[in-house]
């Protein structure tokens, strides 16, 4: 500093005080309130939003007045050609600014510097990876090129011990050290840090050399690079230049300013003092009194408890060196007994501090359980807010959860109030269509992908929203469920074919012909015309070699865009606008700007390389979205005011938040360097709570747990809290329970009472006449089941893109026996092997180019059609195939009707006693004697009584020797029979007892359709338990069960009657 | 910890101990805090482990050492929670409390007064722990696992900035790996990866299938670390059929094969007259005996070579379906087949248990080669 200056230049405004409030009217009252004199002052902010809260400040001190505002910048934000205007008298300057060559664009860099992790082997699994590392590169490049530090000696700053271990990340960082600064070469360009701080020493330069007449002011810069140093150097160098910090603490006594270190709120600013040769002494308060709304303080003394909590918070903050020093409080006497004993024994000291406890007044804490009840609570706050015009409200929190929440909740009482932090464009609506359309075509129509692009709201195709959502459904339904169809248009054009034909042959079909024939042409054109809209984007992003980027880039845009536009407007219309849409754009144009540098790819690769991107672009909301609510970062927040803040998610490892592991660079390393420690983070958050907690109304909040674990309070929380205690202001702490209890009324139900298992009973005239055999196995075990399938009529829908199940298999394996007994129903031929293979091969189809078919089922199948071959042969000698997969059917008098038991028996043989053996072939479990004899299995003992009576297709009534389960697991053994021992003549009478009394049982309007009477009985698998709600009565039921005696049940009763 | 002879106490006597133990600072818990002694201390649940460690954190404190010299580590985020909250409070007590008060928890604590340096140190133990960001780490071992990992990416071998999969995820991918391997494999029918797991799939469900490949993936480490021992797959392979003693190059058939001929594996040949006498008797016994006695009469009356049918049968006379040896062989009626039916019994039960660590030796090799 020139001596001949005044050394009073730099002011402070008090973290009490609104920040860009009391600027605006100081530099209002020093205009001597004139508000023409204003456009006199040039006014220079840390960044553009502080420049626009500024206006807004000003607009407010100005009541309406007309005015010129002031000049307002950030430094080394100046475009080039003012600058030079501004330097165009000084030569020197002018050279240097026009020899400074342009800055390359970070995303061009970091797609550089991908390309060149990519080459290094191990060092990013996929492109996306490879981008994002690409981008850290990039940040971690921006920081040392801000603090003006050279990379290219760092060898030398390693210890020998570890020179070693180091080379690997040294010889990693070359790509930075090394190849980036080449290539950059080989561009003309220069990285933007750099070229920023050589605009902001020229500035400086120019001001060193002709100082502006006009006032100039520096406010709100809290810690400062060189290069911005000499920056504001130069203006603290003018007569009339002037810096104003923020929440400057001039009271801070010198014993603590002596120690305090890195994560100490004044730290930065004072160490910002030392680099501008200021002495803290020489801070003068910055004196304005600006208007504000003052009607929702609740303060009786507002000045008093200012003061108080300023001093509350410095004594919080106070560095560890000194904090022996809090004990030195002298404790007001009277607050509560428990104290004043305590005290009564401690050895006298001088109190040379208080604090009133008037410095609690408009603080509030508020701790809740979790964080949705924090969330809750938050919101309610909010709400309540909104029922006194005008007062605004901020959340303040480093928790994007707990900002998401209570957007959210908000979002319940129709209010509208984004997190002002941003999301990443990949998590938009935009941004999440630009990634799925590119996927569906990377994946080649894979059935996810493609309903991700044709459900998501863009999505038009040209035509009127309501019918082609339709027409989408029609297609998933047709398509997509079940097994995945092959690739591409022609693998889901084939599916569409398949499945027509198979509704064609359904006489039971819900669609007539004709409707089935107009269906059919609507989805196949819909699916030509979807083909025909991305054939160009589709055909490049299918290709297995690369194709250009740039080539995709337009492509995937067209695609996009006529995807998009509907019957009235146009795709590019509706894509891009809003929040979203309009960073979308910035991006891909300035992705455009740089498409041609970047190496050609696949598809797959452009997907990725998009997502890696995208991911790293923020989309923000309009800040002007709610009048009176915002959702904030403390960063955002710290030069704001508000009515209330609230500020949320006040834990450890939230606010502050943890420290990053710094994977190239060792503390000391950093140290050496120059870097700022990462510690200095932790101060710079401290700094901000400070301020935040000096609002006249605040609200902390946290939440006891985060997850499975109790969560543990932000060291500056903790901090305060100590402080109280030392004080004795430990119990003027109010306990806030108001916003929790109007949560708890809410959310939390008064009693809980779980629901009784459904006693449905539908009229006898809606109850089946007909079932399978298979059925009434399930009658006895799960009712319920029954009562879903043949009464309401539902089943379940394919999973998306199934993955193969177990009853597929089960077809599988029927279908081929079937087909070969059915060829060769007297002699196998010599290769029956070979044959049955060939047969299992058809039927499998193109099931068995999936992975787990081809590699798992089929060696069974293998297995099994080895082992059915040889026991075939053996059989064949003793007995004859009389059918397979035959029909039969069995009338049963009900008295007021007929109820029809039906059967497709899997297999009938003649064996060598001329009687009828009935076989089921399992591939899964097989059930055991018992359940067969106590009638809970009753499938083949109905068919023997199918067989005694003569309900088979074309065969005549006989007796029956054996029922038998093949059980053809393709395991070791691949195949097993099991003859069901017993009398069958007793099993067939028992069954028909059975069957007969359980349909009459049922045939009652009385009888319920019970969910799984019987635990122990319960069927092995239930796709029905989410509709009876199992889940929610399964447990009080196991209890009565307990309890009472086991209630003879249908199949007991059936039992014990004969 | 567990230093003290345990001796019964009575109720009346514990809470003495208790109180004794408050007071004096030369107690068990006092010694197991001690920073210069090494300590293992096991207790059961809430006998005040957790306050061990924290008085010994606060030892270490108090006697110089700086917060970020130290590292506790727990297994639970909520271990390391409850931890950090109770230093913080003992040391929020610490700073505020008065002197007498302090000087009192110190000396419980130290076993000594606090000299007028440590007072002033311990009032200020509080903020320096509040500030020691990153560098007092109370954490689970998995995030302090991870810091390294974080801090010497490249050192390590990981991808600098990477993301923890969660277990979900981690499930997915994996799967999806699997089927783009096994997709792979279809184009490469000839490749030694694809002949081995054409070995492996036909054994095992594609259930287990994952599981197994997950507990491979997951024991990769050992596994890589075995085969170093032993020089190589190949050699390992070997140390585990010699381990087990397992023949080479038999399949299981053709051990079941030896186990009934009349040679028997392994030189134990079955005593085929003891085993007709046996048979005698059981056929007058119940009719669980006469079933056995007929199962019996057809093995014996059989050839060697076609005993296999009756394989499972036979075993099952002597073996429960878990594979041990049955309790009950015979009934009271036919106790004078006891003896002749153990040994088989112990002699069936050899040779299955042979036939299991040839399955598993042979699955070893399926599973590398």
Known sequence: MSDSKKTSSVYTIPAFQPFLETVAKGILDKAGNDPLQLADFTILVPDRETGFALRRAFSGQLEGKTSIMPQIGVPGDLDDELLSLKISDNAALSKRLMKLQPAVSRLHRQLILADEILKIPGMASSQQKAIKLGGELGKFLDEVQRHSVDLTDIEKLVPDAFKDQWSKTADFLEIITKTWPEKLKKMGRIDPEIRKNEILRIQADHWKESEPGNPVIALGFYEAFPAMQSFLKSVLNMSKGSIILQGFDRDLDLESQNVLTSVHPQYALKSLLKNLSVDYKDVQLWEADPIIDRSFIRAPNLDKTNKEREKLLREAMRPAGTTEGWTKFKVPEKKTKRSARKNSKIIKRKPPTTIDVQALNGLDFITCGTSQEEASVIALKMRESLEQPGRKVSLVTADRSLARRVSARLRNWQIKVPDEAGIPLSKTSVGIYLLSTASMAANEWAPVSILETLKHPLSTMGEEKKTFRKKVSVLEDLAFHGARPGTGPKGVKGVLTAAFNRAARNPKHRLTKEELEIQKTEVESFVQKLEDTGKDFFGKMKKRNAVPFKDLLDAHIIFAEAMACDDKTSGADRIWCGDDGVKATRFLTSLREVSEMVPAMTGRAYLDVLQGLMQGVTVRTAVTSHPTLRIMTPAQAQLLTADIVILGGVNDDVWPQQVNENPWLSPDMIKKLGLPAPEEAIGREAHRFVQMSSNPNVMLTRAMRSGDAPSVSSPFLTRLMMVLRAAGLEFAVEKKTRLLDIHTAMHVPVKVEPILPPKVTPPVSLRPKELPVTAIQTLMRDPYSVYVKYVLKLSPKAPLDASPNVSEKGIFTHDALDAFVKKYPKDLPENAEEELLKIGRQTFKDRINNPTVRAFWWPRFERIAKWFVTFERERREMSRVLATEIRGKLEIDMGDGVFTLTSIADRLDRDENDKIAIIDYKTGAVPSQKSVALGFSPQLTLEALIAFTGGFKGIDAADVGKLQYWKLSGGRPAGEVTSLQGDIENFVAEGRTGVESLIKAFNKKTTPYLPVPRAEWAPRYNNTEHLSRIGEWGKVKKVNNRKKPKKPTLAKKRKGGK | ?369
């Open chain 2, 1 to 369: 910890m567990s230093a003290e002879p345990k001796k019964p106490v009575s109720e009346k006597k514990v809470t003495a101990k208790k109180k004794k133990d408050q007071l004096d600072p030369t107690s068990i818990q006092c010694r197991a805090s001690d920073p210069l002694v090494s300590a293992w201390v096991t207790a059961s649940a809430g006998t005040g482990k957790t306050k061990v460690l924290t008085d010994r954190v606060l030892r270490l404190m108090l006697n110089g050492a700086r917060p970020e010299e130290i590292l506790c580590l727990t297994f639970t985020r909520a271990g390391a929670s409850v931890m950090t909250n109770r230093i913080r409070d003992e040391l929020g007590t610490w700073a505020s409390c008065d002197r007498a008060a302090l000087e009192k928890k110190i000396k419980k604590l130290n076993g000594s007064k606090p000299s007028e340096e440590m007072i002033k140190r311990a009032r200020q133990m509080c903020a320096e722990f509040l500030d020691a960001h990153g560098g007092m780490r109370i954490q689970t071992i998995y995030s302090f696992s991870q810091s390294l990992l974080r801090r010497f990416p490249i050192e390590l071998g990981v991808p600098p900035y990477f993301d923890v999969m969660d277990n979900q995820t981690a499930a997915e991918a994996l799967r999806e790996a699997q089927a783009e391997v096994l997709r792979h494999l279809q184009h490469k029918p000839n490749s030694r990866l694809a002949k081995s797991v054409a070995m492996i799939t036909p054994e095992v469900s594609e259930d287990d299938f994952v599981s197994l490949i997950s507990e491979i993936t997951y024991r990769r480490g050992q596994l890589l670390s075995l085969f170093e021992e032993y020089g190589g797959m190949e050699k390992t392979i070997d140390a585990v059929y010699e381990y087990l003693n397992a023949p080479r190059g038999y399949t299981s058939k053709m051990l079941h094969d030896a186990l009934h001929s009349d040679q028997g594996l392994n030189n134990e040949a079955p005593d085929l007259e003891s085993l007709k006498e046996a048979m005698n008797i059981l056929s007058t016994g119940s009719a669980s005996d006469q079933e056995k006695a007929s199962i019996l009469k057809d093995w014996l009356g059989s050839k060697p070579e076609e005993r296999s049918d009756f394989y499972r049968e036979y075993e099952a006379i002597f073996l429960t379906t878990k594979g041990d040896v049955r309790k009950r062989l015979t009934t009271k009626a036919t106790q004078g087949a006891e003896d002749a039916m153990r040994i088989e019994a112990d002699r069936i039960w050899r040779g299955i248990d042979k036939v299991r660590d040839m399955n598993a030796a042979r699955g070893t090799n399926l599973l590398c080669g």
